[in-house]
């Protein structure tokens, strides 16, 4: 009897709501002990400190007992009630063995909790204390409205409201005029307003500083030019440096993350809850409203500044999408805006509840009356580029010298100061400059003849610009295990006494290159990412003027550099990946044979081809090549398309060496030989293409192709000429 009873109960559980909840707490329940339920009908309401559910019974059946009483903590997958399935609505309760009248009534609470409740000592179910948390409401003066004196969410609600109610009232708002419409503010709008309206009640005050960017601008193109040149994607604005200043300025000086709070007994008290960056992001909704939402980059401090773009990214990126999680907004100490992204010179933001200030950055700009100025004529003047970054800060708790000492800390770090620009660097991989390439004003007014420290700058920077072109390669990255260049001492300006000032007072017309900018402090970045990045050039040891000047213009003009298509790019890897698998085959099947594999000259396939398919489209139909013996079987396999059997038959008859006399084809004379087959191109044409026979001394190659590309361009069809 017993074990069909057993089999008759379903147990109904606090369902799971995401990782980060836990528990939950017993708000109202909707039905009694010996009520019939149907399945799927609401059971009991539950809150969280991130959502308000309703509980659904889990099967149709007759309630029989209740297991957590209104106003308990209960765990997520405890049990709430058990139904009786086998019971049909109308029929009365009975009562399980051994339980008596437990089973009839909710359990009363604890006597500890009744007399919390009746001390009014802040009971409250967890989304009520959130909100209070949120609006500043102290819950020991809120009489609860919840079964046992719970304080709920609309207590606190209430309790903010009348606060309002009770500050002095405002002016009337004046009536709505004919043919207006008033439209209500729904979801995040309606809460961006509750938000300001609470930001009211916070005494705030506002510092300002102009900060130089010259050296920031610098240093970021520098990074990104860095970045580039290492074959890497990432994009570093100003907001990700500056984003980056404020969290190591507020290690140092935490108390601008430091805000207000009430202690349990109404007494003033400061919060210090950690370094916790809000990010303020406009995103466009679905329907072309416009929200501000604020994500937060939590424990910012402990973060590098490679970690700390990449959360910023994807914060970002969640917020545009409108995929925010609850806890992405939770936590802020302190926020940063950036209002001159869109052309706004200063701002002086509002201050949320919770947080020790908010950071905003102006646009970046000359200052007022010199925008119209010619850039020389600014750089005579010593006038550079500012900033305006203001710190609105609650007064509670931080004072304006300390406020004023934070955004100082902000500017010297944004200088250079300590290293800032070096641990950039570091954390990427990528090796800062000893120097910042910074557009500084030279010293002195201009004059009519150069003087003889230009003269010598002048000299100096066609020394440099010559030695990119001869050194360059020297500090390329070439290493695939990203081992260190060797460089060379004549790429620094250093070598030569070229200081910032001097390189931003050379123009670049006099340096005869053909990389972009006005001076070489704008020239020295881009000849850094065209000879010295993953790619090296080293052209000047030919002979021929022409043939140098003509490399130079189109390697620095960036015309060598073409954009493939994402198909494009695909076809190439698909090809590398053949001629890797070819030479690792041969290594692994023939083992202790000679195989000269083109292991490090991978591309020299896919470059082959990519030579055919330009002949090709030239109209020409057959094509000439000799080459060394590293990887010639891949281009013999892939470029001449000789079958694979065909290259590997060599291998295979290993054993018959030295019993073939002459025709003996072992050992490493099978990359003496040639071949000749067709190759088709990328859009299907045909050209034949034949590999010399290449002898023991490569040089003796040369001659032999040009002989027989020049036969093969006689016209045969008239016979051979007496």
Request: no cysteine; charged share 20%.
């Amino acid at each position: 009897m017993g074990s069909a009873l057993e089999q008759t109960l379903v147990s109904v559980t606090l369902p799971e709501m995401g990782e980060s909840v836990t528990e939950g707490s017993i708000v109202e329940w909707r039905k009694r002990v010996g009520d019939f339920v149907a399945e799927g009908d609401p059971l009991v309401e539950v809150t969280t400190d991130k959502v308000d559910v309703e509980v659904p019974a889990t099967a149709s059946g007759v309630i029989t007992k209740i297991l957590a009483g209104e106003g308990t903590n209960v765990a997520v997958g405890s049990v709430l009630a058990e139904i009786d399935t086998s019971k049909q609505e109308g029929a009365q309760p009975s009562a399980a063995p051994g339980n008596g009248a437990s089973a009839a009534t909710p359990p009363s609470p604890p006597p500890a909790l009744a007399l919390k409740t009746a001390q009014n000592d802040g009971l409250a179910d967890a989304q009520a204390r959130r909100v209070a948390r949120r609006l500043g409401v102290d819950i020991a003066f809120i009489r609860g409205s919840g079964p046992n004196g719970l304080i709920l969410r609309s207590d606190v609600l209430a309790q903010a409201q009348a606060a309002r109610r009770a500050l002095p009232s405002a002016t009337p708002a004046p009536p709505i005029p004919d043919g207006a419409t008033l439209v209500p503010l729904k979801g995040p709008a309606a809460a961006l307003a509750g938000y300001m309206e609470q930001s009211l009640s916070v005494p705030t005050a506002t510092s300002f500083r102009a900060v130089p960017v010259d050296v920031l601008d610098a240093r970021r193109r520098e990074l990104g030019g860095a970045i580039r040149a290492s074959g890497r994607s990432e994009r570093v604005s100003f907001t990700h440096v500056i984003g980056y200043a404020l969290v190591r300025a507020a290690r140092e000086l935490p108390v601008i993350t430091h805000s207000f709070r009430r202690d349990a007994g109404g007494a003033p008290a400061r919060l210090e809850q950690g370094i916790h960056l809000g990010l303020a992001v406009d995103t466009e909704r679905k329907d072309g409203s416009r929200a501000l939402v604020v994500p937060v980059i939590r424990d910012a401090d402990t973060l590098d500044f490679a970690a700390f773009r990449s959360k910023y990214e994807e914060l970002v990126a969640k917020a545009r999408e409108n995929k925010l999680a609850a806890d992405d907004l939770q936590g802020a100490s302190f926020t940063l805006t950036n209002p001159g992204g869109i052309g706004t010179i200063a701002s002086v933001p509002r201050l949320m509840a919770g947080q020790g200030a908010i950071i905003a950055t102006g646009a970046i700009g000359y200052p007022p009356g010199f925008g119209a100025a010619n850039e020389q004529s600014l750089r005579l003047l010593g006038v550079s580029r500012v900033m305006q970054m203001t710190s609105t800060y609650d007064h509670r708790v931080i004072q304006g010298a300390q406020s004023g000492e934070y955004l100082r800390r902000v500017d010297e770090l944004l200088q250079g100061r300590d290293g800032f620009y070096e641990a950039l660097f570091a954390s990427l991989g990528l090796q800062a400059a000893p120097e910042p390439q910074v557009a500084l004003a030279p010293v002195g007014a201009a004059a009519s003849q150069p003087s003889d420290e230009m003269l010598r700058a002048v000299a100096a920077g066609m020394a440099i610009v010559s030695a990119y072109r001869r050194f360059g390669h020297l500090a390329a990255h070439l290493d695939p295990l990203g081992a260190e260049p060797v460089g060379d001492a004549s790429l620094q300006p250093q070598t030569y006494g070229l200081t910032p000032a001097l390189q931003s007072a050379i123009p670049a017309s006099v340096l005869r290159v053909k990389v972009p900018g006005n001076t070489l402090a704008d020239v020295l970045p881009r000849l850094r990412e065209t000879y010295s990045s993953t790619i090296a050039y080293e052209i000047e040891h030919i002979s021929d003027a022409n043939q140098r000047v003509w490399l130079r213009d189109y390697i620095e003009s960036g015309r060598n550099r073409v954009k493939e298509s994402p198909q494009r790019q695909i076809d190439f890897l698909e090809r590398l990946t053949q001629v890797e698998a070819f030479d690792q085959y041969v290594r692994k099947t023939f083992l202790g044979q000679k195989t000269f594999s083109g292991e490090g000259l991978d591309v020299m396939v896919p470059m082959l081809e990519e030579m055919l398919d330009m002949l090709a489209d030239d109209g020409v139909a057959h094509a000439v090549v000799g080459m060394a013996h590293r990887g010639r079987l891949n281009v013999i396999a892939h470029v001449v398309n000789l079958p694979y059997e065909e290259v590997m038959t060599e291998f295979e008859a290993a054993q018959y060496r030295g019993n073939l006399g002459d025709d003996d084809v072992m050992g490493d004379v099978k990359y003496h030989h040639g071949a000749t087959g067709t190759f088709t191109t990328s859009k299907g044409r045909a050209i034949e293409v034949t590999l010399a026979h290449n002898p023991s001394h490569l040089e003796a190659v040369d001659p032999v192709v040009e002989g027989s590309a020049r036969a093969l361009q006689t016209d045969h069809s008239h016979g051979v000429p007496a």
